[in-house]
């Protein structure tokens, strides 16, 4: 079924909305979900609280790009679930390992506290993000957007776990002197 078919069932207040999305984009949810949370359970939780909140929203919002609208809503949800269970950071999760990763190029949290250097802080990262190449766009969306694993995206991009590796921390490295460059670390 076409994107537009179930935003209107959403509109329509059909319980086939809730089906229709789960059927289309179930699998797709579950996985970013899962790669915060890591675990199936949570995981599913995160997706159906997905499927509630897209169902509250849809009222007031006619998504343009549903599966970008439910990513985001998902990946909201896990963030939060994943702090919830995690009062402190601890190893074994792709989220302290993706953001210590990141604390070499990114001004620490005490220097974001404003809201409009937070806000010009995105859409610093946004344009950075869109200037990329579309492979390092890619692995760099996986890795810091959806915390997937060095070794999943490797495998997705069919690319060594050293190239993803090297391709990261160089993006990494660019994302730092584009930040100097723009007066935001």
């Known amino acids: 079924m076409e994107d537009a078919a179930i935003v209107d069932l959403y509109w329509q207040r059909s319980d086939r909305a809730i089906s229709e999305t789960n059927r289309k984009y179930g699998r797709y949810c579950h996985s970013i979900a899962f790669n915060f949370v890591r675990n199936n359970e949570d995981a599913e939780e995160c997706v159906n609280d ?8 849809m009222p007031d ?48 949290g005490s220097d974001l506290e404003r809201e409009y250097e937070i806000k010009e802080f995105e859409k610093a990262i946004g344009s950075f993000v869109d200037g990329l190449p579309e ?14 694993p060095i070794s999943e995206i490797a495998e997705k991009m069919h690319f060594s776990q050293g190239k993803t590796k ?17 007066g935001l670390w």
């Not at 609208?69 to 269970?85: C, E, P, Q």
């Not at 492979?135 to 997937?148: C, G, I, M, S, T």
């Open 50 to 57: 997905t499927w509630f909140r897209a169902w509250n929203l």
């Open 166 to 182: 090297s391709m990261l921390f160089r993006t990494r490295n660019k994302l730092r002197v584009y930040l100097q460059e723009e």
């Open 61 to 108: 919002k006619r998504p343009s790009i549903l599966s970008t609208f439910l990513g985001a809503i998902t990946r909201n949800l896990a963030v939060s679930m994943y702090r919830g269970k995690t009062s402190k950071k601890r190893g074994g999760g792709e989220m302290p390992l993706a953001l210590d990763e990141m604390s070499e190029c990114v001004p620490s």
């Open 135 to 148: 492979a390092e766009q890619k692995v760099f969306v996986a890795r810091y957007w959806y915390l997937a």
